[in-house]
C-alpha cells in the first residue's frame, strides 16, 4: 500500500507507512503552514493506493 498526500503549496509526501506519513505531513503542516494536524485529519487527506 502507497499512502500519498499532496499539499496546496505543491509538496508531495509518499510513503508506504501511516506513521512515516503523520510525522512528515504533521511537520510540514506545522513548520510551513502553522497548523496543527491529528493523525486522523493526515489519513482523511491521503490517497491511499494498493500495490
Known sequence: MTLTLKCF???VVQTDSENDLVAQVSAH??????LDLSRA????MADIAEH
Open 41 to 44: 485529519d493526515v489519513l482523511a
Open 29 to 34: 503542516a506545522s513548520s510551513v503552514h502553522d
Open 9 to 11: 503549496c505543491g509538496v
